[in-house]
Structures are given as structure tokens and as C-alpha cells.
């Protein structure tokens, strides 16, 4: 019982020094509870003693290993290898996947571009249809030429036949 008695005042004395005076009856009181506690649970008279150590550390100065350091810069290197070659992967691997998108995009584009082709050819060939042209002209009221009717601007007969010729502008004869 006394042992319990002086667990109990030194475990006092430092939380008081420690922390405030509620604070340390508080921890008092639950470690003498703790101590009961364990004490009806202990079979037989052994008294138990608690021993307050105090451990300094500010005074510890961590020893320079060179082995370690070694160690640790080729751990370092490596890991800054790995770290590269996974980035390398992975920009490889988003590049591939982005070009893949701007190839689909291109052959929608592509796939547009020959539906407009497409329907563009169509609307020409009806356009330059030439019964569709003439049925056009007579409702505007316009008919064939009458001989005669038609002008060149070399002169000349007007009926007379004409042969086709290719002049080829700025290729004359130099003299």
C-alpha cells in the first residue's frame, strides 16, 4: 500500500510540474484506479514499484554515416531513373492516345468532305443538264439563234464555219 501511495505522490509531483494542478488530480485519480484495478487482478503479494525516469535527447547528435549517404544517393539516382522512364511511358502512351483522336477526327472530316463532294456533283449535273437549260430558256421566252442573228467580233460571214483555234496568251512569235 505504501508502494501505491508513493506511485501516486511522485506521479503527483511530476504532473504537477508538468501540467496544472486540475489537470494532474485528474491523472492522479485515474492512475490509481488503473493501479487497483491491476492490483485485484494480481494473484498474490507482490507489490509492485513504479520508477520515474527522466530521458534528455537535446544533447544526441546524429552521427555522419558515409555509407549510408552513399546509399541513400544511389537510391536517390535510381528512383529519379525510374521516375523518368515511367513519365516517359506515360507521355508516350497519352501522346498515342491523342493523335488516335486527331486521326478519327480527320477521317470524320474526310468521310464530310466526300458526302459534300458528292452532293455537290450531283447538283452540277442537274444544273448543266441541257434539256432542263432549254426548258428554262423557252419559259423565259428565249429561242435558238435565226441565221444571221449571231455576231463575231473578228466579222466576217456569220454562217460561215469557223475552225477552232488555240491561242495561247503571252506566247508570241519574238521577231
Avoid: C
Wanted: aromatic letters at 6%; a positive charge.
Amino acid at each position: 500500500m505504501a508502494a501505491s501511495a508513493m506511485a501516486g505522490q511522485q506521479m503527483e509531483m511530476m504532473g504537477s510540474r508538468v501540467q496544472p494542478q486540475r489537470r494532474a488530480e485528474s491523472l492522479t485519480a485515474r492512475n490509481r484506479e488503473l493501479f487497483e484495478t491491476q492490483r485485484r487482478a494480481r494473484r498474490g503479494p507482490t507489490p509492485e514499484v513504479f520508477f520515474t525516469k527522466h530521458i534528455d535527447n537535446s544533447r544526441i547528435v546524429k552521427a555522419d554515416d558515409p555509407e549510408r549517404r552513399r546509399e541513400m544517393r544511389t537510391f536517390t539516382a535510381v528512383m529519379s531513373v525510374l521516375f523518368l522512364l515511367v513519365m516517359v511511358y506515360v507521355w508516350q502512351h497519352f501522346s498515342a492516345i491523342e493523335i488516335g483522336y486527331h486521326v478519327e477526327a480527320q477521317k470524320q472530316q474526310v468521310e464530310q468532305l466526300r458526302e459534300q463532294n458528292r452532293q455537290l456533283r450531283l447538283s452540277e449535273a442537274q444544273l448543266t443538264d441541257p434539256n432542263r437549260i432549254d426548258r428554262i430558256a423557252k419559259r423565259l421566252g428565249l429561242y435558238e439563234p435565226q441565221p444571221g442573228q449571231v455576231v463575231r467580233p473578228e466579222g466576217g460571214d456569220p454562217n460561215a464555219a469557223v475552225l477552232a483555234q488555240a491561242n495561247v496568251p503571252g506566247m508570241q512569235a519574238v521577231q
